[in-house]
């Protein structure tokens, strides 16, 4: 199986801050990468496929990048409403797994 | 508007049964492969199982393999989770997942349907 790391765990960061999460695959995953988004209560939201594509509807101040292993979500310019859990995908074999989650809180 | 409705969740005893549901709409359900996907209270999210659009092709997790069964009647618009031997550790909110078209990111979610495990 094919394990997702990400990294930090939790951020603590302000409204305008730019935050910057990671994951990696334990094994190559080409692009088959996916960012989903979670806020209490809530169910997941897709926000980024094959790794760097955003959903429509999905603000530009998300991006995506990597391929491989490595993997990177950026938010910029951090709104209010972007506080939440982040959990990455990897999607080129099954199981498909998650990483653990990282929560990005109010500094 | 796509939705997926979840029903089915509730209390069982270690070594019980439950069939989950999910109703879809708002998408021609038959064109799409779905998922269940799972999160213990204050966990993650865990994967869980597949099901291609004729059914054809599934997959499972290692953790429910041989005791879950994932199903789905394109007649109805329905996805279907059959539970057998319940533990503990499957105590979660599971949730339903559409794939989007060709791929395997999931890009609508119903609410979930709690189970609880437990003596």
């Known amino acids: 199986d094919i394990q997702m790391t990400q990294s930090p765990s939790s951020v603590s960061a302000s409204v305008g801050d730019t935050v910057t999460i990671t994951c990696r695959a334990s094994q190559g995953i080409r692009s088959w990468l996916a960012w989903y988004q979670q806020k209490p209560g809530k169910a997941p939201k897709l926000l980024i496929y094959?790794?760097?594509t955003l959903l429509s509807g999905v603000p530009s101040r998300f991006s995506g990048s990597g391929s491989g292993t490595d993997f990177t979500l950026t938010i910029s310019s951090l709104q209010p409403e972007d506080f939440a859990t982040y959990f990455c995908?990897?999607?080129?074999?099954?199981?498909?797994?998650f990483g653990g989650g990282t929560k990005v809180e109010i500094k | 508007e796509v939705q997926l409705v979840e029903s089915g969740g509730g209390l069982v005893q270690p070594g019980g049964s439950l069939r989950l549901s999910c109703a879809a709409s708002?998408?021609?359900?038959?064109?799409?492969?779905m998922n269940w996907v799972r999160q213990a209270p204050g966990k993650g999210l865990e994967w869980i199982s597949y099901i291609s659009t004729d059914s054809r092709d599934i997959h499972y997790a290692d953790s429910v393999k041989g005791r879950f069964t994932i199903s789905r009647d394109n007649s109805k618009n329905s996805l279907y989770l059959q539970m057998n031997n319940l533990r503990a550790g499957d105590t979660a909110l599971y949730y339903c997942?559409?794939?989007?078209?060709?791929?395997?990111?999931?890009?609508?979610w119903g609410q979930g349907t709690l189970v609880t495990v437990s003596s």
């Open positions: 094959e790794a760097s």
């Open positions: 997942a559409k794939n989007q078209l060709g791929k395997h990111q999931q890009d609508y």
């Open positions: 995908q990897q999607a080129d074999s099954f199981p498909l797994t």
């Open positions: 708002g998408f021609i359900f038959r064109s799409y492969t």
